[in-house]
């Protein structure tokens, strides 16, 4: 498990952009579980549907991917301090179920497929409930910056 204080140390992001808020489960090499929780603070909703909020979905893309990185940097056991960056590359087989409302609790899931020439490619699904919310394939590259 990890707090989002040992998650700043793997993903350069921060706020209004940091989209993991605890990792509950990882296992390097195989997957990841991490949950964001969606209020009705976030910065996005106040241009988004403001009537009817609506948490936009390169956000919920952005949220997998970043949870991929965290997986990804755990594996090989190094982060943006040792002067890598992991970048979201693209999304093959890209699905939106249902929208993402303040209040919900998104699971992040993102599994290894494979890994070649530092190009990865991640299996990764958000959740609500239960519920699908999207899922897709992406492609993550590691870049010395």
């Given at each position: 498990?990890?707090?989002?204080k040992e998650i700043r140390k793997y993903l350069p992001?921060?706020?209004?952009?940091?989209?993991?808020?605890?990792?509950?489960?990882l296992e390097p090499?195989?997957?990841i579980t991490a949950i964001k929780n969606v209020?009705?603070?976030?910065?996005?909703?106040?241009?988004?549907?403001?009537?009817?909020p609506v948490m936009p979905g390169v956000l919920i893309v952005e949220a997998m991917?970043?949870?991929?990185?965290?997986?990804?940097?755990?594996?090989?056991?190094?982060?943006?301090?040792d002067g890598s960056i992991y970048y979201f590359v693209g999304a093959d087989n890209l699905r939106f179920k249902r929208p993402v409302v303040p209040g919900d609790q998104l699971q992040l899931e993102a599994k290894v497929i494979s890994e070649r020439r530092g190009i990865w490619k991640f299996d990764v699904r958000a959740s609500v409930d239960g519920d699908t919310v999207s899922s897709a394939t992406i492609l993550c590259a590691d870049r010395k910056v």
């Amino acid at each position: 498990m990890m707090d989002v204080k040992e998650i700043r140390k793997y993903l350069p992001h921060r706020y209004p952009f940091l989209l993991v808020d605890r990792v509950l489960a990882l296992e390097p090499g195989e997957s990841i579980t991490a949950i964001k929780n969606v209020t009705v603070n976030e910065p996005f909703f106040n241009g988004h549907f403001p009537d009817h909020p609506v948490m936009p979905g390169v956000l919920i893309v952005e949220a997998m991917a970043q949870a991929a990185g965290i997986l990804g940097f755990k594996t090989m056991n190094k982060g943006p301090e040792d002067g890598s960056i992991y970048y979201f590359v693209g999304a093959d087989n890209l699905r939106f179920k249902r929208p993402v409302v303040p209040g919900d609790q998104l699971q992040l899931e993102a599994k290894v497929i494979s890994e070649r020439r530092g190009i990865w490619k991640f299996d990764v699904r958000a959740s609500v409930d239960g519920d699908t919310v999207s899922s897709a394939t992406i492609l993550c590259a590691d870049r010395k910056v």
